[in-house]
């Protein structure tokens, strides 16, 4: 787990920079954010002089997925403080999610669930926003022949091919993919929202489709 | 973006962020999403992602063999890679190396 957020963080540490962000803006970004994707998309954005308003309905978008885990999590921390259900959501990224709804599926009685939370979350936390500092002060060092700003869009493939995980996956993919293609002339940024507005969309109704069907054939 | 717009943009998505987070832990009164939402929310990261990732691709970066610049082709081998072992650090590393070696045999 601390594998993949070490060299995540590094190289959006190094992808800020070679966007013309300020090392010390990036770390602050790791530190108050703490959301790998939408702050490499955020990080493009900024870089290519996109409106404010554009970075964080993009930001939106790419962590709404956490609505589903907060969803999920919230019967099982109900008997907590407001504090510490504050806190819980405050570092509840992808892999804290993943180990804790696992854990906790378990129902073990003797488990602290708000310690076993929160010792994932801050050491995640602290080695992202370490790996965030270390790669942007280093990569400022680096020069532009490396060509790191690459490292954004190959970012997200190797996040988009595992998203990937059903025909629907596909579908949406493929929608948001291409529409975002057609789009992209469009002022604002507003090709990128839209195309994954329909994509989701796309996905949803395909799912729904599949759904119905193998419910005929059974 | 001039730099306060740059610290008043972090301070919103970390707003943004944590309110999404903290959405359902707050309010943990047997609040439960509806199954249609739950649905769609699955679609998000390959739609929003592919959406990212598409006209980035596609971009010209300068450096081409005849139509293909070699940012799609460094590209489209990293997609291979990342759809055969789904690892973030071999898909990445592929990608750069590619694209390095290509524009060193460019040179």
New interface residues.
Partial sequence: MLL?AA??GL?TGVSAVAAG??AV?VT??SL????G???L??I?L?GS?AA?WV??LT?????????????A??PH??SLG?GS??A???V?VDHVYAFASLRFAKRERDLDRRDYVLGLGLTMWLVWTGATAVGAFAGAQLPPS??LD???????????????RDR???V??????????AL?GLPYNL??VS??????????IA??LLAARRGEDA | ?T?P??????????L???A???????A??R???RP?V?????????????????????QPSGAAIGPFDL?LI??LV??LV??RT????A??GT??LT??GL?WLLG
Avoid: C, K
Avoid at chain 1, 195 to 204: D, E, F, S, V
């Fill in positions: 993949g060299p995540f190289i962000m300020a803006d602050f970004m108050t954010v703490f959301a994707a939408s702050q998309a955020a493009a900024i002089g404010v970075v964080l930001v939106l978008m790419i962590n709404v997925r956490h609505v589903m885990y907060a969803a999590l919230a921390v109900r407001l259900r504050a819980i959501g405050a509840l490396w060509q690459f490292a954004v869009p190959l970012m997200f493939l190797a996040l988009l091919i595992p998203s990937i629907p996956g596909l949406a993919a493929l929608t948001g993919g291409g529409l975002a293609l992209a090709g990128l195309a994954a507005l329909a994509g989701i969309a796309a996905g949803t799912d729904t | 973006m730099r717009e740059v610290w008043f943009t972090i301070v919103g998505m970390a943004v962020t944590f999404l987070r903290g959405s359902f832990l707050l943990a009164d609040t439960t999403l249609l739950q649905r769609a929310l699955r679609y998000v990261p390959p739609a929003v992602l592919a959406a990212i990732v598409a006209p980035a691709l596609a940012r460094a590209g990293a997609g990342a759809w789904r690892g973030i650090l898909t990445f990608g750069m694209l390095w524009t």
